[in-house]
């Protein structure tokens, strides 16, 4: 640097590169993101192997000692979680039903529609996880 005239050298350190900070932010973003992905993929209802499975009879007894005999029926199940998830099925002839479910908790229901339509069931609770499978009968008594 030249100052009236006079030249001034000033010892001056090289200067030193910089580290790149870049390649340590890239690694904590998809790190991030991996860890979101798989976290979420828990439970989400968009992806198809986040359901489970739920399957049974329902049945119908009555009087002091209950056969269990086999009966048709509309089956609810209604998420728990207060998203207010409805899915419905009928049963088949053989009084069984069965759902594929997003992960979560769910109260079944069943309401027969023969022999004796309208009777209901006592409520039952079933948790579905991912890719499991939940075995839960119904049963509607009466007198």
């Keep these: ?3 009236h005239g006079v030249t001034i050298q000033r010892d001056v350190p090289p200067r030193r590169k910089q580290r790149g900070h870049r390649g340590v ?3 904590i ?3 991030s993101i991996v860890a979101s992905l798989t976290l979420g993929a828990c439970c989400t209802a968009t992806s198809p192997t986040t359901t489970g499975h739920v399957a049974g009879f329902i049945y119908s007894r009555s009087g002091v000692n209950p056969t269990p ?3 048709q029926a509309s089956v609810t199940a209604t998420s728990s979680d207060g ?3 409805i899915y419905s099925t009928d049963t088949a002839g053989d ?3 069965s759902f594929d479910l997003p992960c979560g908790t769910y109260e079944l229901n069943a309401t027969m529609t023969s022999p004796r339509a309208g009777d209901r069931s006592t409520p039952a609770e079933v948790t ?3 890719s499991g499978v939940s075995n839960m009968d119904l049963y509607i008594n009466y007198p």
């Design 1 to 3: 640097m030249t100052v």
């Design 25 to 27: 932010h890239l690694v």
């Design 29 to 31: 973003a998809v790190v």
């Design 69 to 71: 005999v086999s009966v």
């Design 83 to 85: 998203a207010s998830r």
């Design 95 to 97: 009084g069984s039903f």
């Design 128 to 130: 579905v996880t991912a």
